[in-house]
Structures are given as structure tokens and as C-alpha cells.
């Protein structure tokens, strides 16, 4: 069975949220909530069908500024989490015919420019490494909640602030020497929700 390169990564993050028009917020630094973070990518396997998997171990932490252009992120994906459910693919793409997950354990995002596109979407802009190689990248990103979590009232662990987003984008795996081949390109999908420290 052939199995298709992809990859990918993941970038990813972040940001922004904005959003209560006229409401003023302080100055906070958030942390991705493990349980509910999703790092998905997905490929076309020589044109026949999309594949994807994930990088199911994600941190991340988002200084979140009053004025959110200003704000930053910062994240770090363990390379050798990823899952496709697929045992025989997982192996492959973690050898050195793809990510070398033993030489290069971390995929990393540092967000370098956000740029608010609408009420709460931002093109958060960052230096994304794989496999050693880094290159700047923009994730479409979507904040998709501020505030008091609505379960909180039920469970003590949600109580508190906490933001979330999704953020897409796509890139080569030829850019960062991840397989011998092109793929084409690889979707990014990211959904995290995160907490105030």
C-alpha cells in the first residue's frame, strides 16, 4: 500500500480575539486548554482522496494586548504525536521519509504580525518550523468566543476567562524538506480554547 507524504503542520495559532465593540480589556496571557485543542491537517492522496491526521499534543500561550494587533502567540507541537489512526501511515510519516520526529521532536509557531480583517477575524502572521526549516506563514483565524465559559457555571475547572479560535492555512511540504516529492498543498486546521493564568 502507498502511503502519501503530506505534510505538514501546523501552525498555528492564533489569535485574536477581539471583539466587544467599545468594551476595553486588560492585558492577559492565556494557555491552550489541552482537552479541547485540535491541530488537524489533511492531503490529497494522488488525487484519489483527502487523508488527514492530527497532532493531538499541543501548548500554547497567547499574550492577549488591549489593542489585539499588539498581542502575540506562541506555540509548540510534539512531532511525534501525530495520529492518523492509521498505525502503518503514523510510522511512515514520523521517519525520516518525512518529519524524522527523533531529530526534529517539535514543530514550532511564533507569531511575528496580527492584522485585524474583520469584527473577529485576524491574519496572524508567524514563523512556523518543521523538520528544521523555518518560514513565515498567516493563519485565517476566527475568534469564536470571549468571556465567562458558558459551562462554568456547571464545572468549577471552566470558571474564569477564556478565549477560543479556529485558524486554517495551507502549506507545501516541500518548503520544509518534509518528503521526497510534492503533495500538493496540506490544510491546516486549528481549534483551540484557552484559559487566563
Given at each position: 500500500?502507498?502511503?502519501?507524504?503530506?505534510?505538514?503542520?501546523?501552525?498555528?495559532?492564533?489569535?485574536?480575539?477581539?471583539?466587544?465593540?467599545?468594551?476595553?480589556?486588560?492585558?492577559?496571557?492565556?494557555?491552550?486548554?489541552q482537552g479541547h485543542t485540535e491541530v488537524l491537517f489533511g492531503w490529497s492522496h494522488a488525487g484519489v482522496s483527502t487523508q488527514h491526521a492530527e497532532f493531538t499534543v499541543a501548548t500554547g500561550t497567547l499574550n492577549l494586548a488591549d489593542d489585539i494587533e499588539k498581542s502575540s502567540i506562541s506555540v509548540v507541537i510534539d512531532a511525534n504525536s501525530l495520529s492518523s489512526g492509521f498505525e502503518a501511515l503514523d510510522v511512515d510519516l514520523k521517519s525520516e521519509n518525512f518529519l524524522e520526529v527523533e531529530t526534529y521532536p517539535e514543530i514550532t509557531f511564533?507569531?511575528?504580525?496580527?492584522?485585524?480583517?474583520?469584527?473577529?477575524?485576524?491574519?496572524?502572521?508567524?514563523?512556523?518550523?518543521?523538520?528544521?526549516?523555518?518560514?513565515?506563514?498567516?493563519?485565517?483565524?476566527?475568534?469564536?468566543?470571549?468571556?465567562?465559559?458558558?459551562?462554568?457555571?456547571?464545572?468549577?475547572y471552566y470558571k474564569g476567562d477564556w478565549v477560543a479560535f479556529k485558524a486554517t492555512t495551507e502549506i507545501d511540504n516541500m518548503d520544509f524538506s518534509v518528503g521526497s516529492f510534492p503533495t500538493g498543498p496540506i490544510v491546516i486546521e486549528i481549534n483551540t480554547e484557552l484559559q487566563a493564568k
Open positions: 500500500m502507498h502511503i502519501k507524504k503530506l505534510f505538514l503542520l501546523s501552525a498555528w495559532a492564533i489569535a485574536a480575539l477581539a471583539v466587544v465593540p467599545g468594551v476595553a480589556f486588560a492585558d492577559q496571557t492565556y494557555k491552550t486548554d511564533q507569531s511575528t504580525a496580527i492584522k485585524q480583517t474583520g469584527e473577529q477575524s485576524f491574519d496572524v502572521t508567524g514563523d512556523l518550523t518543521i523538520h528544521g526549516v523555518t518560514k513565515p506563514v498567516t493563519l485565517k483565524t476566527e475568534m469564536t468566543h470571549r468571556g465567562e465559559h458558558p459551562v462554568a457555571k456547571f464545572f468549577d
